[in-house]
């Protein structure tokens, strides 16, 4: 099965990475011609720790960041992260350059290729493949999938619609040197007109967002420090002795995402199908997830024993959860840069009684998390201790697992059989496929992974 992914950020990659593991032939095409370690994202959250577990690369990155067991939204409003029911009960605070650098690792092991320097200009595609044009040559597919950020060269050639608005307007975006840095790992702040975000890389740099709600201007105008360094002086009473920068963007944030996120044989995922606000540092996550979704329906499709309407379940249970997050992104941020102190005090009152009643803090926790994220069908299938190995150890081999007391024939290929005393058909994604009786799992089994051999 040969497949063309557009983009070479963590979505592309770790998808690259789940089809050359299965077997598949994988290039990658990267407008970027080189490495490029100044990105928006940051936090890492556990879900997708969940997922980089599953591929044996979640200490790998754990090494780069910092632990944050608790995230202080607006003033008094704190949310703890540490009861989420999961091997990872935190977000984790690393550039998005160390995740690409992990993937990207994994992904040329596995044998993928990476193009770089190229721009998709244009796709051609009937009921036997892909013909994906470039400005530096032709790639033939069986599938495309378009992880080329929001200016989807992909999106735009398949002629797809992006509705939706912009969000937040200038915002500023630097990473800085401080004297005198916070106390908290990560520390928000707004008062008056100014609103500012202030996080530690770990490795002596930090991360700054700030919005001055006095001073709109294009993303074209261009951004000194000094009017950085205003805006988080105004929000905290100080600039942390804000010193040298390394990099200085103006942006705004948009809140769109696409109807369709197939179109045949060509796929969108990442910031192709859906961008948000910032807040909650959700962006990175939901591709991500997008790609541990999309995998392993490719490469069961590659290997012939996907059942009937399987690639289809991408639109049916992704599209929902990237309408989910721009809905609770957009209100975070909302709430964020209200204007009225009044409005902020009452936001700051009425969240920190609301967080006290333990659904509202697990309902919180659990979509910023991606924890408490399931499919219709399919929940979250939580790590499970097998004696010799655990779960999420085992879907390292990008199968299937059974968790029964028999083993069945005829699914070697497809399916790892763990001794258990319930049954349990967990998706290589780490969700339930079914769990059932004796009785019915041969129809189950039929259902998810086809005929047997």
Known sequence: MRTVIAGAGPTGLLLAGDLAAAGADVTVLERRAGESNLTRAFAVHARTLEQFDARGIAEDVIATGTKLARLRLFGRVSVDLG?????????????????????????????????????????????HGVEVRTDGGTFAADWLVGADGAHSGVREALGLPFPGRAAVRSLMLADVRLADPPADVITVSAVGSAFA????????????FAWNRGHQVGDEVPLEIEEVRATVREAFGTDFGMGECRWLSRFHSDERQVERYRTGRVFLAGDAAHVHSPAGGQGMNTGLQDAANLGWKLAAAGA????????????????????????????????????????????????????????????LTGTVSGIGIDYPHAPRQADVDLGGARLYELLRQGRHVLLAPEAPQGYEDRLLHAPHERRVLV??????????????????????LGEPR
């Open 304 to 363: 012939g024993w996907a059942p009937a309407g399987l690639l289809d379940t991408y639109q049916s249970e992704r599209h929902a959860v990237g309408r989910t997050v721009l809905r609770s992104s957009g209100g975070l941020i909302r709430l964020a840069l209200l204007s009225s102190r009044g409005a902020r005090l009452g936001r700051d009152v009425l969240g920190g009684l609301a967080l006290h009643v333990p659904a509202v803090q697990r309902g």
């Open 427 to 448: 998706r290589p994604d780490g969700y339930t496929a079914w769990a059932g009786t004796q009785g019915d799992l041969a129809v189950a089994l039929r259902a998810h």
């Open 83 to 127: 009861g989420l029911p999961s091997r990872y009960p935190f977000v984790l605070i690393t550039p998005q350059y160390n995740v690409e650098r992990i993937l990207e690792e994994r992904a040329l092991k596995a044998g993928a290729r990476i193009v770089r320097g190229t721009t998709v200009t244009g796709l051609r595609q009937d009921e």
């Open 197 to 208: 975000f202030v996080a530690p890389f770990g490795d002596g740099w930090h991360r700054v």
